[in-house]
């Protein structure tokens, strides 16, 4: 099966691509497999030499990299070109701070020198979408090449051009070839490479679904596997909030990636006494974002990836309005097919609507009334999902307070969430396991190996103790 670029804003494919057949991927795998013997043993040095030349080439294609995902994915050129300088910043990071990240533990143990040494595991596959399809990438491909690692990308089908400019740049940078190499392969080999002796771990950003079925194959072989995958932020508005604030950035929040995030906030969880303002304030900053050509300097918001992702957002509106959701702000498809969805606010959601208990991926910002502080803790834990979420409040040292008790692997007081190379970054519960980027990043594809050397304090009677 053809592997297509497809461009949601003309409707057009822009190139085909011929699917590696298995007897190619094989090949790659092999030659990744001895590349991997080789890499491990190279100089921290050395690999920053050319992480650091990674992260110059991506400044100078930034431009051509941008509009790549603009006509991939529909991702605006003015995103495109930040998600770029953030890739870049983020190889110069792991380039400067992994040697002492990867450097060994000393251990105060009753042997004369005990330590943990941290040890790349060699091939990594990592399977990643199309939303932010630089960004996803280099957050697996800057620690785990530096660690000593190699990696294989199995990149979402719509993004090949984006996965085959990343293969260039990091070729071009100076890394052997088989150190990381793009696999345009159809899912169905992806358990094959799984299977596969050589390949050591994956890591996988993507729906639930998916991360479930690579999880169990990998399982099945005793592999390491990281998960991050869906979300449905709760971003919490008390009544003591500076609301004016909350609800710019509410809009922001929401409308990251024309909401195609899996940190953009989905859950506005509002206290009873300012929720009718904070809606008429959300409206009206929703409304003012502005569509259009993703190649268009002043775009806001693109159209979302495919038509099928738009219709199936209708549907979870459409059948949570059949159970009760109100429409506070009108948008959507202007008719199924269409890949524009405009933003909407959905209020009244409770269990048993899909909004309540999905993640709905685009601009769909839904409203839960609490009656105080507890409640709307409790609201926002009640989902299947735990990734990012936020605490609006006047009361820093209470948000800090409340930002312990919600169930997610990033909370953000007086902020939207967002990723840094310095903080680690994942989830909990059904939006996956494991940590990317910070020094928790670098280690996750590592053998954590300990080393314990006995000296002569430990002898007795001529005999080693044990």
Request: hydrophobic share 45%; with cysteine; net charge neutral.
């Amino acid at each position: 099966m053809a592997i297509e670029s497809f461009n949601p804003y003309t409707g057009r494919v822009e190139r085909c691509f011929r699917a590696f057949s298995w007897v190619k991927t094989e090949r790659i795998l092999a030659q990744a497999a001895r590349e991997a013997l080789t890499w491990r043993t190279t100089s921290f040095a050395h690999r920053a030499g050319r992480m650091h030349r990674a992260a110059a080439l991506l400044r100078e294609r930034q431009d051509e990299l941008a509009r790549l995902m603009a006509i991939e994915m529909g991702k605006p050129v003015t995103d495109g070109r930040a998600e770029v300088e953030k890739c870049a910043l983020t190889c110069d990071y792991y380039a400067d701070h992994a040697e002492e990240f990867m450097r060994d533990e000393v251990i105060e143990t009753q042997a004369q020198r005990s330590f943990i040494s941290h040890e790349p595991l060699g091939v990594v596959l990592a399977v990643m979408p199309w939303n932010f399809p630089f960004w996803q990438v280099v957050r697996f491909a800057a620690p785990a090449l530096m660690a000593g690692n190699v990696g294989l990308l199995k990149h979402a089908s719509n993004v090949p051009q984006c996965a085959l400019a990343l293969e260039a740049i990091f070729h071009d940078a100076g890394f052997p070839p088989a150190t990381f190499r793009t696999l345009l392969i159809n899912t169905d080999l992806v358990e094959k490479l799984i299977a596969d002796d050589r390949l050591k771990a994956v890591t996988l950003t993507g729906s639930e679904l998916a991360g479930s079925k690579v999880a169990a194959t990998a399982g099945a072989h005793i592999k390491k596997t990281v998960l991050e995958l869906g979300g449905s932020d709760a971003f919490i508005v008390l009544a003591d909030a500076d609301l004016e604030l909350a609800a710019k950035t509410a809009a922001q929040a929401r409308m990251i990636n024309a909401g195609q995030s899996c940190i953009a906030a989905k859950r506005f969880i509002v206290e009873k006494p300012v929720v009718r303002e904070f809606i008429n304030q959300l409206k009206t900053h929703l409304l003012a974002f502005r569509t259009g050509d993703p190649l268009d300097e002043a775009t806001q918001y693109g159209p979302l990836a495919r038509p099928d992702l738009a219709d199936d957002l209708t549907k979870q509106v459409e059948e949570s309005v059949r159970r009760g959701a109100k429409v506070e702000l009108y948008g959507g498809q202007s008719a199924p097919g269409a890949t524009l969805f405009r933003p909407m606010i959905l209020s009244r959601v409770k269990p048993g609507q899909p909004a309540y208990h999905e993640e709905l991926f685009g601009p769909v910002a839904l409203i839960l009334e609490a009656r105080d502080a507890d409640d709307a803790i409790r609201l926002a834990n009640d989902s299947p999902f735990g990734l990012g979420g936020a605490i609006w409040t006047r009361d820093v040292k209470r948000g800090k307070e409340l930002a312990r008790r919600v169930e997610a692997g990033a909370v953000f007081v007086n902020s939207m969430v967002k990723s840094s190379p310095e903080m680690p970054f994942g989830g909990i519960k059904k939006s996956g396991y494991g940590r990317e980027l910070s020094y928790l990043g670098i280690r996750e594809f590592v053998n954590q190996k300990s080393i314990w050397i006995a000296g002569e304090a430990l002898l007795k009677d001529g005999k080693k103790t044990e």
